[in-house]
């Protein structure tokens, strides 16, 4: 008796569903438009647009399997309207193929978080190290570290003498604690060789490189993270899900609020005054590290401009998770470039010693 009135109000809740994801995908793509002086609600989610973008694939999927037209029309809207930054967050690029008798070299980015071993503290060697020199990078531009010595890293005098071996240069301000391992000539140059009035050192280092004749500047980034601990971090995990995400709303306020705000208007401020800064400079350019936001956001939008170019999205495919603890997957560690340079690859480590993957990108010279 109830059941044909149960079967339509199901479908009419099952489709408010669909609308509020549909909906949530579409401010999530675009929440990187919003300033987080005035808004701090769309930069939060764009954190989830690689996953909303995913539900909505799904659930669009899903009203055309059962024959509900409109429904799944309204998806594939969603999706169209939405499909630059769903591009950025989600490529369906691949990896390219050198130039024959190009000059290739590559880069690997990685907060190593102080050369500690989160998922194993028993071990008398040092992990993230010894993969390090086992990736075979040719350049590596590490975040958290500030003294290349065994005052900071554990076990450090095990593995120093096969670290000085593979990379001969290390340059970096031992104030600071982002540091560059070069198997070419490296020299760190201050900041304010570049930058005109106050900035924050902590959050980017220059660097320039002589790679077999070829000049390259490198700037190693930092930028400012949440601070979030211990059951706070869930609130930003929740967004995974609608529920959840309702429940996070509710949540996102005194503290929490506070330290997010706070985040994105910092990573704005110092991306501001680096995007000032490599306007003024030319030549072959890389910028990578730890940028503590996703891609589309405020500030990798504001840094990126249109003359970067994110190697990811050249020759990625699918959503990139970067960091791994507190179950917050999330694409944080980026690389860019500019110049007479071409992205061949990238490729993220499986190794989860600190609470970020490594991730390596392969360049080619192209004049």
């Known amino acids: 008796m109830f059941l044909p009135v149960i079967k339509p109000l199901l479908r009419t809740a099952l489709l408010i569903v669909s609308i509020i994801v549909y909906a949530l995908t579409i401010l999530s793509a675009y929440g990187g438009r919003f300033d987080p002086d005035f808004f701090t609600f769309p930069s939060l989610l764009t954190l989830a647009l690689p996953w909303l973008a995913i539900a909505t694939l799904l659930i669009t999927v899903a009203w055309f399997a059962s024959g509900h037209l409109f429904a799944g029309g309204l998806g594939v809207l969603s999706i169209i309207a939405s499909w630059g930054p769903i591009s950025t967050a989600c490529p369906l690029s691949g990896q390219k193929n050198p130039t024959p008798g190009a000059q290739t070299f590559t880069v690997l980015t990685y907060n190593i978080i102080h050369g500690w ?17 086992n990736s075979g990078a040719d350049i590596v531009c590490v975040q958290e570290l500030i003294d290349v010595s065994d005052n900071e890293i554990p076990n450090y005098k095990a593995i120093k003498e096969a670290l000085d071996k ?65 059951e706070e971090c869930n609130v930003v995990t929740d967004l995974k899900s609608v529920e959840g995400m309702k429940k996070s709303i509710k ?61 990811y999205v050249e020759t990625g495919f699918g959503p990139l998770v970067t960091y791994n603890l507190h179950s917050m997957w999330f694409h944080l560690d980026q690389i860019f470039y500019r110049g007479p340079l071409r992205a061949l690859s990238v490729e993220k480590g499986k190794l989860k010693s600190s609470d970020h993957y490594p991730l390596m990108a392969e360049f080619e010279f192209t004049e």
């Open 117 to 133: 071993d989160l998922e194993d503290k028993s071990g008398d060697g040092n992990r993230t190290l010894e993969y390090i020199i």
């Open 166 to 230: 593979a990379y001969p240069y290390q340059a970096g301000d031992p104030s600071l604690d982002m540091k560059v391992l070069s198997k070419y000539p490296v020299v760190f140059e201050k900041g304010y060789n570049y930058i005109d009035g106050d900035f924050d050192p902590k959050r980017y280092t220059f660097y320039k490189l002589n790679i077999n004749g070829k000049r390259l500047t490198l700037i190693n980034v930092h930028l400012s993270s949440f601070n979030l601990k211990g």
């Open 251 to 311: 949540e996102l306020s005194g503290p929490i609020r506070k330290k997010m705000t706070s985040a994105f208007k910092t990573r704005k401020h110092d991306v501001k005054i680096l995007r000032e800064t490599i306007d003024r400079m030319k030549g072959a350019m890389i910028i990578c590290g730890d940028f503590n936001d996703v891609p589309e956001s405020y500030a990798y939008r504001l840094l990126r401009g249109t003359d970067l170019k994110d190697a």
